[in-house]
């Protein structure tokens, strides 16, 4: 993080998250946040059941002001699912109530600039993804990796995901790989 001067530490996230659960009422507040050098143009992510939150620091470092609302957002999917279940719409009325209660808009995409994370992008070279729920076993090789619930059993965070080169030999290794090989990256 030495590169991105200025931006709070987990810890703080952490605690100014647990501020926000205290707030809405969350009787759990737990929560575990960290940046993620990975993130290219998402600015955050929650992962509601593991009680998670990651965060982009290269577009966060250049929008100071956004820190907050970002982790304000992704706080309130947690504390929405821990209020009131798993089977409610990511963005619906009660993620926008606690939202609001926070004293922000409930906005579901960020506005700050990502031109040049997009430029960098483009001459990385292509991947592909094989996203195997880790419960049911439904499979899909994506070019992009989507997270949420799964079509299959209807588990919400369970996918794992291995990542080869966008090439015709990377595809058919990712069709020709067994549960138990998916299974043994993570292992």
């Not at 990502?114 to 992008?121: I, S």
């Not at 993804?129 to 880790?134: A, S, T």
Request: with cysteine; aromatic share 6%; charged share 25%.
């Amino acid at each position: 993080m030495a590169d991105h001067v200025g931006l709070p530490t987990p810890e703080q996230l952490e605690l100014r998250a647990a501020e926000l659960f205290t707030q809405w009422r969350v009787i759990d507040t737990e929560i575990v946040v960290s940046w993620n050098g990975r993130l290219s143009t998402t600015a955050g992510r929650a992962f509601v059941k593991s009680g998670r939150i990651e965060l982009n620091p290269s577009l966060l470092a250049k929008s100071l002001d956004q820190v907050d609302v970002v982790l304000t957002h992704e706080a309130a999917h947690v504390a929405a699912f821990r209020m009131f279940g798993a089977n409610i719409p990511a963005h619906g009325r009660h993620w926008r109530s606690l939202m609001r209660i926070a004293g922000r808009e409930p906005d579901v995409t960020h506005k700050m600039p990502v031109d040049d994370v997009r430029k960098r992008r483009t001459r990385r070279s292509r991947f592909l993804y094989l996203r195997m729920c880790g419960s049911c076993g439904e499979r899909a090789v994506l070019e992009q990796v989507r997270y949420g619930r799964c079509s299959g059993c209807s588990n919400r965070d369970s996918y794992l995901v291995v990542k080869t080169k966008a090439t015709a030999a990377g595809r058919r290794a990712l069709l020709r790989m067994s549960d138990a090989d998916v299974r043994a990256h993570f292992a």
